[in-house]
């Protein structure tokens, strides 16, 4: 009982820490170094780019079947993952963002999810509910361009968007993002925005 009160404290003291370093450190543009250093684990393979890349305008299907593109959630940073039902890694990772979203999601962060290729919506659904995820979006990108246009090869990948749809960062594979690290990291963008 000790271990997890104490796992608790820190992971308080830690996010409390990077929220008054993120505030008082990044402005508008978030400190890659800062947020460099507080990768660990499988965050370790988040690639932070020193300058933000383009963006993307090509559309996609949003979950209520209507045509949109990224500039739906412009002013709020994105963790965007690409995903597909019949990949192993995704079904690994997909609780963990999910969980990424109950812990830090709402007006500064959207968690926002793409199956990309031939998914048919059954099965996406099906891929939900069997892992027990309710909280992220079922969108599609059936013929993988928007995917292709973000130079996606191989899934999982996920991308960091910053609140202008530039991506910052990238991480190729399955990562936990339920980690203290994930959670330190997207929690320091969020405070940025505030």
Known sequence: MFELTARKMKSALLYTALAVLANAAMAETPDIAALSELRTGDMRKLNFHSEPMRGSNVMFTHENGEQIALDHYEGQYVVLNFWATWCAPCRKEMPQLS????????????????????????????????????????????????????????????????????????????????????????????????
Do not use: C, K, Y
């Not at 309710?134 to 993988?144: E, G, I, K, V």
């Not at 960062?169 to 969020?190: C, H, K, P, T």
């Open 99 to 194: 969980a990424l979203q109950d812990a830090l999601g709402g007006d500064t962060i959207a968690v926002v999810t793409i199956a990309t290729g031939p998914n048919p919506r059954p099965a996406m659904e099906r891929f939900f509910d069997e892992i027990g995820v309710t909280n992220l979006p079922l969108h599609a990108d059936p013929r993988s361009s928007l995917a292709r246009d973000m130079g996606v090869l191989g899934l999982p990948v996920t991308l960091i968007l910053d609140p202008t749809g530039q991506e910052i960062g990238r991480l190729q594979g399955d990562a936990d993002w339920s980690s203290e690290s994930a959670l330190a990291i997207v929690g320091a963008l969020a405070a940025a925005r505030d």
